[in-house]
């Protein structure tokens, strides 16, 4: 064996010894930050709270005019609410329409997604641009720990 290819096989012996050789332990980490950062992030709050809504879709599912369309809406919603309990339903009034219009979506494609399974039941059906509730964010752990094997 060349003496070349043995000074690369122990370099990448030592190297692999000295990554896994790291041991694990818990610890603080601290943050240093701009302190107009926390103006910022409190100004964004302040607006969220004025105007919560964000630009989104929903899926429009009714919209009628008429003196008995609101009756009607209001039976759509409560049948909609017992096929897909988990999806919010939203009764609208855009002169001369009444229109039933569900969930909250940040992107079309996710809108398109719950259409297909929607669109079943409720053949009328259709994505829509409209101003939504921001969803809800899945649960982020407030403490890190990485697994080691």
């Known amino acids: 064996m060349s003496l070349k290819k043995i000074f690369f096989i122990s370099l990448n012996l030592l190297l692999a010894v000295a990554t896994f050789s790291q041991s694990y332990s818990e610890g603080n980490i601290n943050v240093l930050q701009d302190p107009r950062v926390d103006s910022i992030i409190s100004m964004q709050r302040s607006i969220r709270e004025a105007n919560p809504l964000i630009d989104g879709y929903r899926i429009q599912i009714f919209m009628e005019s008429g003196n008995d369309a609101v009756e009607r809406a209001n039976q759509l919603i409560e ?19 009444y229109r039933v219009r569900v969930g909250d979506f940040r992107d079309r494609l996710e809108a398109e997604g719950l259409l297909t399974r929607i669109s079943r039941k409720y053949a009328q059906a259709f994505v829509i641009r409209d101003e939504i509730e921001p969803p809800g964010l899945s649960a982020f752990p407030t403490t890190f720990k990485e697994e080691m094997p």
């Open 79 to 97: 049948k909609f609410n017992e096929d897909f309990p988990a999806i919010k339903a939203y009764l609208s009034f855009g002169q001369p329409y």
